[in-house]
């Protein structure tokens, strides 16, 4: 299992190599290459110990040896031509596997700075391992960093869904493994982890499942109370089974490259990963796999794929080909779950039905649907989990869906960690299901949210095989009393277009989604506007069906300059003079009409995912009759001025500090002490204990929120530190240097922590100065002139001595104390201003919800 502590020093690295390295991707290149140089000369070392010989770093290549590489005699400069040699000949390092000396092909280092070299190398000069173990683990953190979307159209896999996966599906050491698209190989590891933790002696069901289920531990963690698993209960010949069965094919080099590492740090000395074009090549399609768990890139390129005549389904697109090739590609009592794009689970394409057919009849037992946001921040793509399995699927008639709404995690970009995760109970749902198949039992579904079981028939009733499991909930879908009407009715049947570009010296009244954003439509020239637009009129109301852009909806108003009013073509447009304007926007935003609304997304890869509009048009609204509508609206907007005029308040409040020209100005470092925590390499951190704050968790406490911490430091250790270095006392300030810039605390209570160096500066011992006045002060000065203090032109970031001479006006400490209490008295009626916000915007959610019948 990851350590706190050896995650810390990757962020480390990372946060050394950004200011050169911007490129995730790069960066994780250049750590891969340096812990790959550590970790051989580590198993020198350990050779040398055992009184055998260095084989990697031995004749030619010892002047290149880890120790050369950090003598105190060596220079900056000395070091980085030491080091950039190094990593370009090792690719003819005779002494190494070919392995390896693939990692080093065309090696080389971006940047010429030898104090950013040795910065980084030092912190790699901490890494120890007495296996390769640990280092796998390292390794595999470091990849998490490429989420981001490759070429192809890959996203990385959160570990969690990877490990829900590997759970229901239950590799055995005896299954031939593969993953078609198998990316940094993020399947086949967690696979092995989930056969190793079921071959141990120290596995005990019923405590992995309560550990799973209470704390949301992953499926396949070999860590459960401190104690690894080993595989103790596996055979020699079953690990040397294990080894060859476990197959990965990728198109891209550079994913195999990253793959071979993985799998070489997780004990796989052999790995079976190839590069290879599981769409085109008919080289492998004689490989059958027991178990195979994918996420393929599903991103078409121009013109469509063009696979060879042996599929079973003819079609151009990634999503169809790579699902048919998962599904005929089992063994005759395979299992497996792939992830796609929701284009799969109701795209109406003869492919897509065609497809979903074969699905249904032969290999589908179950689909789990996924929240639109587990691939944020990268992608808000919805996606869906197919899960099959032959010999299951010839003895049930029905499909069992599941919908997951909290998979651990929130939806934002952060992906911060969030109580009451829906994948356990789907995990205990989907086995029983299992189980009560196998066994011949009846499985009852009725009753449990977010759980339906759908006979096979009725979803290939209409010919479409449609997916999506709530269109075949026999529940309304509200208890409004009002009559409910398809949106699509309110569709206007033909919307013109204009090319603003023809008038280059025209206005144009722009309804785009930046403008929606700010409240107000765009004035702009037809030659700024740049492409065809929507014609669109007063009272027509426009719903974004863009993924990123979602919940956007908007009235169109009259013009009073008589400019021609357009739209983005990636507005729906609605107009019908049965219902009023603000009414219906109000209603697609609301919490019923979204949950519906995420239902209909499709599209993965290059293009961004949208709304498929005839699947929107289903939905349907609560129509109450025309005077009604007008009565709540007259409501809603009544409550909208109250929010309005609070939120000017928030928004236009910036507490002011009247400067008497007669007052002293001093600068900061001389009423202060301005420091950084000195640097500590814990090697035991503990579940609780004293908390380890970084720059996020401050961030987070000045703004006066609740945090959730991962690192705790043991109360052994934190009085081991507090002997020797002082720690953050009650009064004194801490301020973010990197990031969120200019974030300022003062520590107002007796909590004991500890925090990271760099990030965060420490303004201690000052008596001349209020903790509070002084960080009001540096709040002004933050405020009005940021640029002007932060410097770096990558990488920018607040530094000490830039802090030191911050000029500090400094009054008499009566007159601070009046200034902060002045202050103090404002923020009371901006926060009472914010409750008023909070509370108004809860009238008209419940307005709208009661429209419903909620």
């Not at 996203?155 to 229901?168: G, K, L, Q, V």
């Not at 993020?186 to 933790?197: N, P, T, V």
């Not at 103790?232 to 080894?243: E, H, I, S, V």
């Not at 769409?279 to 178990?291: Q, Y």
Request: charged share 25%; aromatic share 10%.
């Amino acid at each position: 299992m990851l350590d706190s502590e050896t995650k810390r020093r990757i962020d480390t690295a990372r946060d050394i190599l950004v200011g050169k390295v911007p490129d995730p991707k790069s960066q994780v290149e250049q750590i891969t290459i340096a812990l790959i140089y550590k970790f051989m000369d580590d198993m020198d070392a350990e050779a040398e110990e055992m009184g055998g010989t260095r084989s990697f770093f031995a004749s030619d290549y010892e002047q290149y040896g880890w120790s050369k590489l950090m003598a105190p005699n060596m220079g900056g400069f000395d070091v980085l031509t030491l080091y950039s040699e190094a990593i370009q000949k090792m690719n003819f390092n005779p002494g190494i596997p070919q392995l390896f000396r693939d990692i080093f092909k065309n090696a080389y280092l971006p940047y010429r700075d030898p104090e950013t070299l040795k910065g980084f190398l030092k912190v790699i000069d901490d890494f120890e391992y007495d296996h390769s173990e640990r280092l796998g683990d390292a390794f595999e953190y470091l990849l998490s960093v490429l989420g981001s979307q490759g070429e192809a159209g890959q996203f990385r896999t959160p570990r969690h869904i990877i490990d829900f996966m590997a759970e229901i599906i239950d590799p055995k050491k005896t299954d031939t493994i593969i993953d078609p698209a198998c990316g940094t190989a993020g399947f086949l590891i967690s696979s092995y982890k989930h056969i190793l933790k079921h071959n141990s002696t120290n596995y005990d069901p019923k405590q992995d499942r309560k550990t799973y289920e209470n704390g949301h531990a992953p499926a396949a963690e070999r860590v459960v109370n401190g104690t690894f698993y080993r595989g103790d209960r596996l055979t020699p010949d079953d690990r040397a089974r294990l080894a060859g069965n476990i197959i990965g094919y990728d198109i891209s080099p550079d994913m195999v490259r990253l793959s071979l590492v993985n799998m070489y740090l997780h004990s796989f000395t052999d790995p079976h990963i190839v590069e290879y074009d599981t769409l085109t090549s008919e080289d492998r399609w004689n490989e059958f796999g027991d178990v195979i768990l994918a996420n393929p890139p599903f991103m078409s390129p121009k013109g469509g794929i063009k696979p060879h005549k042996r599929f079973s389904v003819q079609s151009k697109r990634s999503e169809v080909l790579f699902v048919d090739y998962i599904a005929e590609h089992l063994s005759p009592t395979g299992r497996a779950a792939v992830i796609v794009p929701e284009g799969i689970i109701f795209q109406s394409g003869t492919a897509y039905k065609q497809l979903r057919k074969m699905l249904i009849e032969n290999y589908l037992f179950g689909v789990v649907s996924l929240p639109g946001g587990v691939f944020n921040p990268y992608s808000g793509v919805k996606t869906s989990i197919l899960l099959m399995d032959k010999t299951l699927a010839k003895k049930i008639d029905n499909i069992i869906f599941v919908k997951i709404e909290n998979d651990g995690f929130d939806l934002g970009a952060q992906r911060r960690p969030k109580k009451g995760s829906h994948l356990p109970q789907a995990v205990k749902y989907l086995k029983d299901y299992i189980q009560c198949v196998r066994s011949g039992k009846e499985f009852v579904a009725e009753n449990i949210p977010n759980l339906l079981v759908v006979e096979k028939e009725k979803i290939g009733e209409n010919g479409d095989w449609n997916l999506s499991g709530e269109r075949y909930r026999k529940v309304t879908i509200s208890k409004s009393s009002y009559p409910l009407v398809p949106v699509g009715s309110f569709y206007r049947a033909q919307v013109k277009s204009i090319d603003p570009r023809l008038s280059p010296e025209d206005n144009f009244e722009l309804w785009s989604i930046p403008a929606c954003d700010k409240g107000s439509p765009e004035i702009l020239k037809g030659a700024e506007i740049g492409s065809q637009k929507k014609i669109v009129y007063p009272g027509d109301v426009l719903l974004s069906r863009i993924i990123p852009h979602i919940r956007r909806a908007w009235a169109v108003q009259e013009n009073p300059n008589g400019y021609c009013q357009v739209a983005s073509t990636e507005w729906v447009v609605f107009s019908s003079t049965e219902v009023v304007p603000e009414f219906l926007r109000r209603a697609l935003i609301s919490d019923v009409f979204h949950e519906r609304f995420m239902q209909t997304i499709t599209g993965i890869g290059g293009s961004l995912s949208r709304a498929n509009p005839k699947a929107v048009a289903d939905i349907q609204i609560p129509l109450p009759p025309l005077e009604i509508q007008k009565e709540i609206v007259a409501e809603i907007e009544s409550y909208q001025k109250i929010i309005d005029g609070a939120r000017a308040v928030v928004e236009n409040y910036k507490p002011q500090i009247q400067i008497d020209p007669e007052w002293p100005i001093v600068a900061l470092g001389d009423i202060a002490t301005v420091a950084s925590s000195k640097r500590i390499f814990q090697d035991d951190y503990v579940p609780n204990g004293i908390p380890f704050y970084r720059t996020k968790e401050i961030v987070e406490l000045s703004q006066g929120n609740d945090i959730s911490l991962e690192l705790f430091i043991s109360d052994e250790k934190y009085n081991s530190i507090k002997e020797k270095f002082d720690v953050p006392k009650n009064g004194e300030i801490l301020v973010s240097a990197v990031g969120t810039i200019g974030i300022s605390w003062v520590i107002s209570d007796d909590r004991k922590f500890y925090f990271k160096d760099g990030n965060l500066l420490w303004i201690k011992g000052f008596d001349k100065v209020l903790p509070d006045y002084l960080k009001h002060v540096l709040d002004d000065i933050f405020l009005n002139n940021m640029e002007k203090y932060i410097f770096g032109a990558a990488y920018k970031a607040l530094t000490i001595i830039t802090l030191k001479q911050f000029e500090i006006p400094l009054p008499t400490i009566e007159t601070q104390n009046q200034i902060v209490a002045q202050i103090e008295k404002e923020q009371e009626l901006i926060n009472g201003n914010k409750e008023l916000i909070q509370i108004f915007e809860q009238k008209i959610k419940d307005k709208i919800a009661s429209v419903w019948g909620d």
